[in-house]
């Protein structure tokens, strides 16, 4: 080989070096400029939000499960405008109107309904869970919001949405072990969190807890089953509590029965662990105060219901500002001619009247949607945290208020 050619060879050999390198860096930096900004576990706001309703068409619609009960709809705005990110967690708030009734006028109904994917710029994804009467209530129309939303919204149609709140949302600046505990429809939140964090975070150690009936219900199976495969900091652990005749374990799910603290001693790694945990209210009752006695600090637990919340697992009521709250007050709620006596021990005066049968409307349960806004007659409420919501003078929001006074609402 001639002088010249071996020049021209090393010459090649690093340009080709130097193309590579420029490539790779390239990638990096577009990958990196595309993650969401951080976001700690406390933040409720997102940048970019837009105020009130914006109007969405619906891009798709599809089934999430064999059994075709968990169905997801793909939202983009009408503005065509670029869509804020959110926090993996978040939920967007939907403002329904329905027919009271086959003839009757339409009543507007507000719902919230968790992201079910990483955030994207251009789209929103939701899944819904088609809500039954309730199996000792059969003759009780099914839910009203949910049935809309898998018999009524076809492709092209228009939903009315807030844009996306809510404080259960993953801690990503933290590179402790992340434990997702979802029961059923549950898992919405964590799939956004978990995609998320593989994106954006992919060495951090994330173990899913997922219960479900059995193979009809098992929602995101073979997304999840994918990012298992493909991640190795991501643990996958599907329990099914019926499993059916065509149901394999070990290959559809990993264990029958419930999740309990039991099988987390038993998969999961010594060490510190931040838990997530989102399902119905049974599970929900049994398993955040098990986390509790099992020495898992507070601050280390984050839940968040999508219903009335149960007894098992309300948590202690503080007053405002240090001060205790006295106990007990009548609470009378007009509408439903009922006085009640709070003793304390309910969360807000949400569940305390949901505990009780009393019928109110509600949406995020978290002070950020409005739906719960009730007229105070006379007395005082007050608020352990400011709602994010603003509340009209002379009412009050149900889902974070406490009283502090006697109470006479209109509801
Ligand atoms: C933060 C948050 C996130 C959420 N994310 C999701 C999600 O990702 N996916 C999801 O599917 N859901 C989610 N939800 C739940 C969702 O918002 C709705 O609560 C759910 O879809 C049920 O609403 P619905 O209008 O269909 O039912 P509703 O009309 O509110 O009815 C609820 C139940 O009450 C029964 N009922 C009807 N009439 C009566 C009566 N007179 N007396 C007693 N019972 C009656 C119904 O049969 C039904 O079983 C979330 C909730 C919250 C708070």
Redesign the pocket.
Same mark, same amino acid.
């Given at each position: 080989m001639t002088a010249l050619l071996l020049l021209a060879a090393i010459s090649g050999t690093i340009l080709l070096q130097v193309a590579i390198g420029m490539g790779v860096g390239f990638w990096r930096l577009r990958h990196r400029g595309s993650a969401p900004p951080p976001v700690d576990g406390n933040t409720p706001a997102t940048t970019g939000a837009w105020a009130g309703w914006r109007a969405f068409r619906v891009d798709s619609v599809g089934p999430e499960d064999q059994a075709g009960t968990?169905r997801t709809l793909v939202l983009r705005p009408v503005d065509g405008l670029p869509l804020p990110g959110f926090a993996p967690g978040q939920?967007l708030t939907f403002s329904i109107d329905l027919p009271a009734s086959p003839s009757g006028p339409l009543r507007t109904?507000v719902?919230?309904?968790?992201l079910?994917e990483q955030p994207n710029g251009e789209t929103y994804r939701?899944?819904?869970?088609r809500?039954?009467?309730?199996a000792a209530?059969p003759a009780?129309?099914?839910?009203?919001?949910?049935?809309y939303l898998h018999d009524t919204v076809q492709v092209g149609d228009l939903l009315r949405v807030k844009a996306p709140a809510?404080s /259960?949302v993953l801690d990503s600046t933290s590179d402790t072990a992340a434990v997702f505990i979802a029961g059923g429809?549950g898992v919405?939140?964590m799939i956004s969190m978990i995609a998320w964090s593989l994106a954006y975070r992919p060495d951090r150690p994330l173990f899913l807890f997922y219960g479900v009936r059995n193979s009809a219900d098992h929602a995101f199976k073979a997304l999840l089953e994918q990012l298992a495969q493909s991640h190795p900091a991501f643990t996958l652990t599907v329990l099914y509590a019926a499993p059916g005749p065509d149901d394999i374990e070990g290959q559809d799910f990993q264990h029958t029965g419930f999740i309990d603290v039991a099988l987390l001693k038993r998969v999961l790694p010594h060490g510190r662990h931040q838990f997530y945990v989102c399902g119905p209210p049974a599970m929900m009752a049994a398993l955040v105060p098990a986390l509790a006695d099992w020495g898992v600090p507070k601050s280390d637990i984050h839940f968040?219901? /999508?219903?009335p919340a149960s007894s098992g697992y309300v948590r202690p009521v503080a007053g405002v500002a240090g001060t205790p709250l006295a106990i007990p007050f009548d609470i009378q709620f007009r509408r439903s001619r009922r006085t009640i006596v709070w003793d304390g021990k309910d969360t807000n005066l949400l569940d305390f009247a949901e505990r009780r049968g009393i019928?109110v409307e509600s949406?995020?349960?978290?002070g950020s949607c409005g739906a719960c806004e009730t007229r105070v007659v006379s007395g005082d409420v007050r608020y352990a945290d400011k709602p994010d919501f603003d509340v009209s003078a002379g009412s009050c929001l149900l889902c974070v208020g406490l009283p502090a006074s006697n109470l006479v609402l209109e509801a």
């Amino acid at each position: 080989m001639t002088a010249l050619l071996l020049l021209a060879a090393i010459s090649g050999t690093i340009l080709l070096q130097v193309a590579i390198g420029m490539g790779v860096g390239f990638w990096r930096l577009r990958h990196r400029g595309s993650a969401p900004p951080p976001v700690d576990g406390n933040t409720p706001a997102t940048t970019g939000a837009w105020a009130g309703w914006r109007a969405f068409r619906v891009d798709s619609v599809g089934p999430e499960d064999q059994a075709g009960t968990q169905r997801t709809l793909v939202l983009r705005p009408v503005d065509g405008l670029p869509l804020p990110g959110f926090a993996p967690g978040q939920y967007l708030t939907f403002s329904i109107d329905l027919p009271a009734s086959p003839s009757g006028p339409l009543r507007t109904i507000v719902r919230c309904y968790s992201l079910s994917e990483q955030p994207n710029g251009e789209t929103y994804r939701i899944t819904v869970k088609r809500m039954p009467a309730p199996a000792a209530r059969p003759a009780l129309p099914a839910g009203a919001a949910s049935t809309y939303l898998h018999d009524t919204v076809q492709v092209g149609d228009l939903l009315r949405v807030k844009a996306p709140a809510g404080s /259960f949302v993953l801690d990503s600046t933290s590179d402790t072990a992340a434990v997702f505990i979802a029961g059923g429809i549950g898992v919405t939140p964590m799939i956004s969190m978990i995609a998320w964090s593989l994106a954006y975070r992919p060495d951090r150690p994330l173990f899913l807890f997922y219960g479900v009936r059995n193979s009809a219900d098992h929602a995101f199976k073979a997304l999840l089953e994918q990012l298992a495969q493909s991640h190795p900091a991501f643990t996958l652990t599907v329990l099914y509590a019926a499993p059916g005749p065509d149901d394999i374990e070990g290959q559809d799910f990993q264990h029958t029965g419930f999740i309990d603290v039991a099988l987390l001693k038993r998969v999961l790694p010594h060490g510190r662990h931040q838990f997530y945990v989102c399902g119905p209210p049974a599970m929900m009752a049994a398993l955040v105060p098990a986390l509790a006695d099992w020495g898992v600090p507070k601050s280390d637990i984050h839940f968040e219901s /999508f219903g009335p919340a149960s007894s098992g697992y309300v948590r202690p009521v503080a007053g405002v500002a240090g001060t205790p709250l006295a106990i007990p007050f009548d609470i009378q709620f007009r509408r439903s001619r009922r006085t009640i006596v709070w003793d304390g021990k309910d969360t807000n005066l949400l569940d305390f009247a949901e505990r009780r049968g009393i019928l109110v409307e509600s949406g995020c349960r978290t002070g950020s949607c409005g739906a719960c806004e009730t007229r105070v007659v006379s007395g005082d409420v007050r608020y352990a945290d400011k709602p994010d919501f603003d509340v009209s003078a002379g009412s009050c929001l149900l889902c974070v208020g406490l009283p502090a006074s006697n109470l006479v609402l209109e509801a």
